[in-house]
């Protein structure tokens, strides 16, 4: 079926109108008519050639809510009307370890891109949700809550899970002094889910503004990271530390405020890091970890997660229309914290 959509065509252009064709659905497909999709750095980063050279025509976007329009006749989790979300995998080989234990991310045969990956299964190249719909296995689908605001919930099918799934990896308790590093997309939905996890939140950042703006947020206290006498003040007394800094830096002074035995997650910087001092991990036999995305249990957990306690992203609508501007906004940091585009620009533009 004939889908419009914008689309990137190499990486200087700017995303333009396309129409692509969407599968005909199978018995276990899911139709889903999009209503928003958020914009996420790692669109950028696809559509510019920084991870390797992409499958162009890349339609970008894999924080997808929609409502189902249609589905295939084995389909038993979905019925027409359901609003549901879709986030970065669409599909797993459903056999290897790491698929057994729910964990689809790190499937060790390549799971399949919402965008911009080959589908083993169907062929050709996944196309995101800077479009008018999408077709998915009902696995891969997930369930919305009704009750939360749909436009401020599509981030949470990414920046949401990349910084729920640590924080329930390692366990993160009410009363644990849990340290947020970095205040942007990622970074404000960990100081959400850790203030609601019961967790004494600590926002970890350069700028002073942002702690303000933090505590907005939920979070407790402000540590100014360049300030060497705060920095000393709660050196050995964190019990978790989410890094969601995006570009190569120093973690050495972070790693200082771990108590014995305490993690530092990094979530952001998928590229080379500064020099670690190995004696600051031996002498307390701390541990530096990464995460990437949840697997759709996971991410299943979250969603309820955030129905429950009325948790969503800080957004700012947009039409899609304006999809390049917002790049460059983005690039600049000029968000507080996630475009969300709406789709239904798209449909009448």
């Not at 025509?57 to 924080?63: A, L, N, Q, S, T």
Request: hydrophobic share 35%.
């Amino acid at each position: 079926m004939n889908t419009k959509t914008y689309a990137a065509f190499n990486e200087v252009d700017p995303l333009v109108p396309h129409t692509i064709e969407r599968r005909h659905l199978h018995p276990k497909d899911v139709f889903i008519d999009i209503n928003y999709c958020g914009v996420c750095h790692s669109d950028i980063h696809t559509v510019k050639g920084d991870w390797g050279k992409p499958n162009y025509p890349v339609v970008p976007g894999h924080e997808i809510i929609g409502r189902v329009k249609e589905v295939g006749n084995e389909v038993t989790k979905f019925k027409v009307g359901d609003l549901v979300g879709v986030g970065c995998l669409v599909e797993s080989c459903q056999h290897c370890h790491p698929c057994d234990e729910g964990l689809e991310q790190y499937c060790e045969n390549g799971s399949t891109g919402t965008y911009n990956s080959k589908n083993s299964k169907y062929g050709g190249i996944t196309y995101g949700g800077y479009s008018e719909n999408i077709v998915v296995e009902e696995g891969f689908v997930l369930s919305v809550p009704e009750n939360i605001n749909a436009a401020a919930a599509a981030p949470l099918l990414c920046a949401g899970i990349t910084t729920w799934s640590p924080l329930r990896h390692w366990n993160v308790q009410a009363g644990d002094k849990v340290g947020i590093v970095g205040l942007g997309g990622l970074g404000h939905m960990g100081v959400k889910f850790a203030k609601a996890m019961g967790a004494h939140v600590v926002m970890i950042t350069t700028s002073e503004a942002k702690g303000e703006d933090a505590k907005k947020l939920g979070a407790d206290e402000v540590l100014i990271s360049k300030d060497a006498e705060q920095m000393q003040k709660h050196r050995n007394t964190f019990d978790f530390l989410l890094n969601t800094i995006p570009v190569k830096h120093d973690v050495n002074p972070y790693l200082q405020l771990l108590k014995l035995d305490k993690t530092m997650c990094m979530v952001g910087a998928i590229e080379p890091l500064d020099a670690i001092h190995g004696g600051l991990l031996i002498m307390k036999r701390r541990n530096l970890a990464g995460s990437l995305i949840g697997g759709i249990k996971e991410t299943q957990e979250m969603l309820d997660f955030c129905g429950e306690h009325n948790i969503v992203s800080d957004v700012e609508l947009i039409d899609i229309q304006n999809i390049n501007q917002a790049y460059e906004r983005m690039m600049k940091s000029d968000v507080k914290y996630r475009f969300v585009i709406d789709i239904k620009s798209l449909k009448e533009g």
